[in-house]
């Protein structure tokens, strides 16, 4: 049997204001919390058991999941210091039992690059990237990982490790030990010792792989996933003088209000009401219980539960948290003056989005009053209640 390890215990503060109120694990991409897509690419794999590290808001995730995913046994265990990700993988030593998969709970991988690790008793995924000075990059030698360097100075090689891994027990024979200068123990640490003992065979990703380290990251893997829609399913009510281009998933309770238009691939949650005379633009992701009013534009978004909209509002590449309402007439601006590159504001430092396209992140129960303006790249911290007409050009935490 093999076994999978999931390190989800970071309390995430990159992801701020989102994980303020729920753990990382529970943000949604095409509505569906990234763990859940996780464990269903692990039940492709074969995978019986999966074990997974938690610590911030612990008992969101144990209520959610249970100790059952489709059949999938779940345990979760409790990293009580964040001690990096090798000092995670320590704590469930006595758990494991032969072979197992090892995948960060902020990295998206697909089934099909997954499966090729059980090929090889060791393995880990790789990712070319244009930015190597970003990331951990594996050196490869004859088919074989043979180090692997944390933001390398100097070039090495441009493949970068994506968080998923095959192991055996055998990773627990090295001591835990850090890297000199480091306050924590990481995988890497271990790795550069088993690549002198082992072949540690590379996996070049070939479906994606969608980090969701920062709040706009869930954009990006939002934007590749929804691009896989194939066919459209109604389970709710279409209204007549509707116009439907594209795939579109509706959900029962559901209704589209009459002269509504929906373009490209978009989802739509259970018992939502969209319109009428809407214009719901290509990737926008609507959760459960969401209002969508008269004459409102909603472009490429992610909009979670319970969602208020009003009428002539305008959002664009946003992500908008749980139990928000955006008053009516509000605009969110998506693309600066000079058309470049969004920044935003993380601890201090202007924090490049790389994207030329990014509106705003409003956490769980906000409320915005009407005709408000916000600026693109801004965020907005949770319960914040804005007056009408403000124009919102810095982040508010309170």
Known sequence: MVQAVILAAGKSTRTYPLTLTRPKPLLKVMNKPILAYLLDQLLECDVEETIIIDGYKKEMIRDFFGDNYKGMKLKFVEQKEQLGTLHALHQVKDYLNGRFFVLYGDDLLHAHDLKKCLDHKYAMCLMKTKYPERFGIAKVEDDRVVDIVEKPKTYIGDLASVGGFMFDMKVFDYPLEKDEGEAEYYIPNMLRKLAKDEEIYPIIVEKYWLPTGYPWDLLNANEVMIKELKDTVIKGEVEENV????????????????????????????????????????GTVIGDGCSVGHQVTVKNSILMDNVELGHLTYVADSVIGENVIVGAGTIVANRSSDDGVIVSEHKGDNIPTGRRCFGTILSDEVNIGVKNVIYPGKKIWPYVKTPPGKIINMDILK
Not at 253 to 274: D, L, M, Q, R
């Open 243 to 282: 116009i439907i281009k594209g795939n579109l998933i509706l959900e029962e309770g559901s209704v589209v209000k009459a002269g509504t238009y929906i373009e490209g691939n978009v989802v739509i949650g259970k018992n939502c009401i969209v319109g009428p005379s809407a214009y719901i633009k290509n």
